[in-house]
């Protein structure tokens, strides 16, 4: 509890530091344009999010389903939403998924079983984000969009670099067991020939066990194609609206001219690829500078402003204030309930 409240004045400091920064040369004209924006193509953005949260909704679903047929759909939405507030508030998002565990946990799913549902979720996840990034980069190639902001493309290339030594990894780990256990006993046995590894059998057991885990998600993943080529498909939906949504953002505040629907695709891919591991919560600070970056390429002055503080709300603040609304709203009806169950014995 403590660390989450000071996770969420991080945030709050960031933020306020961010509007200061975005506000304080044209404050007037930013309000102005925020003001004049049109609630139509707001609105379109917003239902755009909506179906991100569905088809990514969706893939994950069709991975619980095989572990526990009951869980209902607006169950699994509920694990997307509070997976948008638990990420938001800490550091690398790595708080949505302990969150869903647990909250599978209280419908009857194992631990372990829950951590595989997560496991299997990202993997199908990571495929759908490095094959945009992949097409994001053969645009960038042809038409040059960003050919002059070389320090952001250093940025994405790292991210992008992260992110596909990631799914590599995951890829052998899941997929050849073999190769799991000899690389892992070699790294190990020659960090231990200069001490910086204690117990080394130990060591190896835990990392083979962890490797046995993920060979065991791939396997099940291979006997589930059909679910697993959904999922993946369903999370290619999901970052395509996710990454065409800015462009009605651009609609609504008159900022459109010099975008189009592959333009705004790369940047948007860019930031997010190399947003994924900025060590703030929510990737706070990182997100905003990155979307200035590219996106400062084709709109400028106080539209840009707007721009990134119109994407931003609808992409993090509202997500995660509804998950956290919700994680409450849930919880709250769920110890209502146990109250309830535990008077009815009583009597």
């Not at 040369?25 to 344009?33: A, I, L, W």
């Not at 940047?267 to 947003?275: I, L, R």
Request: glycine share 8%; aromatic share 16%.
């Amino acid at each position: 509890m403590k660390h989450k409240w000071l996770n969420i004045l991080v945030i709050l400091a960031i933020t306020v530091g961010f509007l200061w920064f975005v506000l304080k040369d044209n404050f007037n004209q930013v309000v102005e344009t925020l003001f004049a924006s049109n609630i139509g193509w707001i609105l379109v953005a917003l239902l755009c999010f909506c179906v991100y949260m569905v088809f990514d909704t969706l893939s994950t679903y069709g991975i619980i389903k095989i572990y526990k047929k009951d869980i209902t759909f607006k169950f699994a939405l509920y694990l997307g939403l509070i997976n948008k507030f638990f990420c938001g508030i800490t550091p690398l998002s790595t708080g949505g998924q302990p969150m869903q565990i647990y909250e599978l946990k209280k419908k009857g799913v194992p631990v372990s079983t829950g951590a595989n549902i997560e496991v299997q979720a990202y993997m199908m996840f990571q495929i759908a984000l490095m094959f945009l990034a992949i097409l994001s980069v053969i645009f960038d190639a042809i038409f040059h969009f960003f050919q002059y902001v070389p320090v952001l493309q250093q940025m994405m290339v790292a991210g992008f670099v992260i992110n596909l030594v990631i799914l590599l990894i995951l890829l052998f780990i899941s997929f050849s067991k073999n190769f799991n256990k000899a690389v892992v006993g070699g790294v190990i046995n020659f960090l231990a020939k200069f001490g910086l590894v204690k117990n080394k059998k130990a060591k190896i057991e835990k990392w083979n066990s962890a490797c046995q885990n993920y060979y065991d998600n791939g396997q099940a993943l291979l006997r589930n194609k059909k679910v697993f080529a959904r999922g993946v498909a369903y999370q290619l939906v999901a970052l395509t609206v996710y990454y065409l949504l800015p462009i009605f953002i651009a609609l609504a505040i008159g900022c459109a001219d010099n975008l189009n629907v592959i333009n705004v695709f790369a940047a948007s891919s860019y930031v997010f690829v190399m947003g994924c591991y900025v060590p703030i919560p929510g990737a706070s600070g990182g997100m905003e500078a990155g979307f200035m970056g590219f996106f400062g390429n084709f709109v400028d002055g106080s539209a840009l402003s707007v721009f990134v503080l119109l994407w931003r709300g609808i992409t993090y603040y509202l997500p995660m204030i509804a998950g956290a609304i919700a994680f409450n709203v849930y919880n709250s009806k769920g110890a209502m309930k146990e109250i309830e169950e535990m008077t009815k014995k009583g009597q």
